[in-house]
Protein backbone atom coordinates (compact mmCIF):
# COMPACT_ATOMS: atom_id res chain seq x y z
CA UNK A 1 0.00 0.00 0.00
CA UNK A 2 2.72 2.47 0.94
CA UNK A 3 3.94 1.25 -2.27
CA UNK A 4 1.34 1.95 -4.43
CA UNK A 5 0.74 5.67 -2.58
CA UNK A 6 4.09 6.61 -3.51
CA UNK A 7 3.55 5.81 -6.79
CA UNK A 8 0.37 8.10 -6.87
CA UNK A 9 2.01 11.08 -5.17
CA UNK A 10 4.98 10.83 -7.48
CA UNK A 11 2.76 10.64 -10.53
CA UNK A 12 0.69 13.64 -8.99
CA UNK A 13 3.57 15.77 -8.24
CA UNK A 14 5.59 15.15 -11.98
CA UNK A 15 1.46 16.27 -13.24
CA UNK A 16 1.83 19.43 -11.18
CA UNK A 17 5.36 20.49 -11.80
CA UNK A 18 4.09 20.41 -15.92
CA UNK A 19 0.94 22.29 -15.62
CA UNK A 20 3.45 25.03 -13.58
CA UNK A 21 5.32 26.01 -16.83
CA UNK A 22 2.61 27.67 -18.85
CA UNK A 23 2.56 28.98 -22.66
CA UNK A 24 4.09 32.15 -21.08
CA UNK A 25 6.67 30.59 -21.44
CA UNK A 26 6.62 30.72 -25.40
CA UNK A 27 5.05 34.20 -25.37
CA UNK A 28 7.56 35.91 -23.44
CA UNK A 29 10.80 34.84 -23.92
CA UNK A 30 12.27 38.07 -22.41
CA UNK A 31 11.39 36.91 -19.11
CA UNK A 32 14.10 34.13 -17.58
CA UNK A 33 13.00 30.90 -16.95
CA UNK A 34 12.06 30.92 -13.77
CA UNK A 35 10.09 34.17 -13.83
CA UNK A 36 8.00 33.02 -16.77
CA UNK A 37 6.90 29.86 -14.92
CA UNK A 38 6.21 31.46 -11.71
CA UNK A 39 4.35 34.07 -14.04
CA UNK A 40 2.34 31.47 -15.08
CA UNK A 41 0.70 29.09 -12.51
CA UNK A 42 -2.22 30.78 -11.72
CA UNK A 43 -3.18 30.67 -15.35
CA UNK A 44 -2.82 27.04 -15.73
CA UNK A 45 -4.04 26.15 -12.41
CA UNK A 46 -7.45 27.71 -13.58
CA UNK A 47 -7.71 25.97 -16.47
CA UNK A 48 -6.84 22.27 -15.00
CA UNK A 49 -9.93 23.53 -12.80
CA UNK A 50 -12.11 24.32 -15.85
CA UNK A 51 -10.93 20.88 -18.01
CA UNK A 52 -11.88 19.29 -14.42
CA UNK A 53 -15.82 18.54 -14.74
CA UNK A 54 -15.15 17.08 -17.43
CA UNK A 55 -12.35 14.24 -16.93
CA UNK A 56 -15.89 12.12 -15.81
CA UNK A 57 -18.25 12.84 -18.45
CA UNK A 58 -16.12 13.88 -21.45
CA UNK A 59 -12.44 12.27 -21.18
CA UNK A 60 -11.48 12.72 -24.65
CA UNK A 61 -12.50 16.50 -24.03
CA UNK A 62 -10.56 16.55 -21.02
CA UNK A 63 -7.27 15.04 -22.13
CA UNK A 64 -7.50 17.10 -25.12
CA UNK A 65 -7.32 20.09 -23.26
CA UNK A 66 -4.30 18.83 -20.95
CA UNK A 67 -2.68 17.27 -24.06
CA UNK A 68 -2.44 21.12 -25.36
CA UNK A 69 -1.63 23.24 -22.41
CA UNK A 70 1.42 20.41 -22.26
CA UNK A 71 2.23 20.57 -26.15
CA UNK A 72 2.80 24.25 -25.80
CA UNK A 73 6.35 23.92 -23.46
CA UNK A 74 7.31 19.91 -24.39
CA UNK A 75 9.64 19.18 -26.57
CA UNK A 76 8.83 16.04 -27.22
CA UNK A 77 11.24 15.25 -29.82
CA UNK A 78 13.52 16.34 -27.64
CA UNK A 79 12.35 13.99 -24.39
CA UNK A 80 12.51 11.42 -26.87
CA UNK A 81 15.98 11.93 -27.80
CA UNK A 82 17.07 11.92 -24.49
CA UNK A 83 14.84 8.54 -23.70
CA UNK A 84 16.28 6.76 -26.00
CA UNK A 85 19.84 7.86 -25.20
CA UNK A 86 22.81 5.66 -27.25
CA UNK A 87 19.54 4.01 -29.00
CA UNK A 88 18.88 7.66 -30.62
CA UNK A 89 22.23 7.85 -32.68
CA UNK A 90 20.66 5.12 -34.63
CA UNK A 91 17.12 6.32 -34.70
CA UNK A 92 15.79 8.23 -38.22
CA UNK A 93 14.22 11.02 -38.14
CA UNK A 94 10.65 9.62 -38.12
CA UNK A 95 11.18 7.15 -35.87
CA UNK A 96 12.47 9.92 -33.29
CA UNK A 97 9.48 11.92 -34.45
CA UNK A 98 6.85 8.97 -34.24
CA UNK A 99 8.01 8.15 -30.31
CA UNK A 100 7.92 11.63 -29.53
CA UNK A 101 3.85 11.49 -30.56
CA UNK A 102 3.82 8.11 -28.81
CA UNK A 103 5.13 10.09 -25.33
CA UNK A 104 2.86 13.01 -25.74
CA UNK A 105 0.18 10.59 -25.88
CA UNK A 106 1.15 8.23 -22.97
CA UNK A 107 2.33 10.96 -20.44
CA UNK A 108 -1.18 13.17 -21.47
CA UNK A 109 -2.96 10.18 -19.83
CA UNK A 110 -0.89 9.48 -16.90
CA UNK A 111 -0.71 13.11 -16.13
CA UNK A 112 -3.94 13.91 -16.91
CA UNK A 113 -5.17 11.24 -14.60
CA UNK A 114 -2.80 13.03 -11.70
CA UNK A 115 -3.99 16.26 -12.44
CA UNK A 116 -7.68 16.19 -11.78
CA UNK A 117 -6.39 15.45 -8.34
CA UNK A 118 -4.59 18.54 -7.22
CA UNK A 119 -5.63 20.02 -4.33
CA UNK A 120 -3.92 23.70 -4.57
CA UNK A 121 -0.92 22.52 -2.31
CA UNK A 122 1.68 25.10 -1.97
CA UNK A 123 4.28 25.95 -4.15
CA UNK A 124 7.53 27.57 -3.40
CA UNK A 125 10.61 28.42 -6.04
CA UNK A 126 13.65 28.20 -4.87
CA UNK A 127 16.61 30.05 -6.24
CA UNK A 128 18.65 28.46 -8.90
CA UNK A 129 21.87 26.33 -8.40
CA UNK A 130 24.80 27.52 -10.33
CA UNK A 131 22.83 29.69 -12.46
CA UNK A 132 24.41 29.74 -15.79
CA UNK A 133 26.14 33.33 -16.99
CA UNK A 134 23.72 33.10 -19.72
CA UNK A 135 20.33 33.85 -19.19
CA UNK A 136 19.53 31.80 -22.63
CA UNK A 137 21.46 28.89 -21.44
CA UNK A 138 19.57 25.40 -20.93
CA UNK A 139 18.87 25.51 -16.76
CA UNK A 140 17.02 23.90 -13.95
CA UNK A 141 14.33 25.61 -12.72
CA UNK A 142 13.33 23.99 -9.05
CA UNK A 143 9.98 24.23 -7.33
CA UNK A 144 8.81 22.97 -3.97
CA UNK A 145 5.66 21.43 -3.39
CA UNK A 146 4.67 21.37 0.39
CA UNK A 147 1.76 18.95 0.95
CA UNK A 148 0.55 17.76 4.74
CA UNK A 149 4.15 18.21 6.31
CA UNK A 150 5.85 16.59 3.60
CA UNK A 151 8.26 19.05 1.22
CA UNK A 152 9.31 17.49 -2.54
CA UNK A 153 11.32 19.11 -4.51
CA UNK A 154 10.97 19.29 -8.49
CA UNK A 155 13.50 20.45 -11.33
CA UNK A 156 12.71 21.23 -14.91
CA UNK A 157 15.40 20.90 -17.47
CA UNK A 158 14.62 23.73 -19.71
CA UNK A 159 16.48 25.37 -23.10
CA UNK A 160 15.75 27.48 -25.37
CA UNK A 161 14.66 25.79 -28.84
CA UNK A 162 15.17 28.05 -32.49
CA UNK A 163 12.66 30.09 -31.71
CA UNK A 164 13.90 31.29 -28.68
CA UNK A 165 10.73 29.50 -27.01
CA UNK A 166 11.34 28.20 -23.16
CA UNK A 167 10.94 24.12 -23.67
CA UNK A 168 11.10 21.07 -21.24
CA UNK A 169 12.80 18.53 -21.77
CA UNK A 170 13.73 16.56 -18.66
CA UNK A 171 11.88 16.54 -15.30
CA UNK A 172 13.25 15.58 -12.16
CA UNK A 173 11.29 14.70 -9.12
CA UNK A 174 12.35 14.26 -5.51
CA UNK A 175 16.25 13.67 -7.06
CA UNK A 176 14.64 11.01 -9.55
CA UNK A 177 15.08 11.42 -13.50
CA UNK A 178 12.11 10.87 -15.56
CA UNK A 179 13.95 10.73 -18.15
CA UNK A 180 16.27 8.15 -16.96
CA UNK A 181 13.57 5.97 -15.35
CA UNK A 182 11.97 5.68 -18.72
CA UNK A 183 15.06 5.52 -20.59
CA UNK A 184 15.24 2.55 -18.70
CA UNK A 185 12.10 0.74 -19.67
CA UNK A 186 12.50 1.51 -23.16
CA UNK A 187 16.41 -0.58 -23.08
CA UNK A 188 14.18 -3.47 -21.90
CA UNK A 189 12.36 -3.16 -24.95
CA UNK A 190 15.39 -2.53 -26.98
CA UNK A 191 16.51 -6.12 -25.87
CA UNK A 192 13.36 -7.89 -26.01
CA UNK A 193 12.40 -7.02 -29.70
CA UNK A 194 16.55 -7.34 -30.94
CA UNK A 195 17.08 -3.75 -31.28
CA UNK A 196 13.86 -2.68 -33.63
CA UNK A 197 12.89 0.40 -32.65
CA UNK A 198 10.00 0.68 -34.80
CA UNK A 199 8.71 -2.66 -32.64
CA UNK A 200 9.89 -0.76 -29.46
CA UNK A 201 8.06 2.67 -30.71
CA UNK A 202 4.57 -0.18 -31.47
CA UNK A 203 4.83 -1.74 -28.23
CA UNK A 204 5.31 1.35 -25.97
CA UNK A 205 2.69 1.96 -23.26
Same mark, same amino acid.
Given at each position: ??????????????? $??LVALSPALAQNDQLS %??? /?????????????EELRPYF?????????????????? $?????????VMARFSED %??? /??LTAFGEKLRSTLT???????VEYGGQELTYLPPQDPPEDPN????????????GARIELQYALFKDDQGE?????????????????????????ARNNNDIDAVIEAWQ
Open positions: MKSNMRQYLMSLLTA $VS %AVE /AAEQSVNELLARVESDPTRYYAGIEEEVGKF $VDFREVARG %ATD /AQRFYGSALAPTNVRMQINSEWKLRNLFVGGINLRRQYHTQFAALM
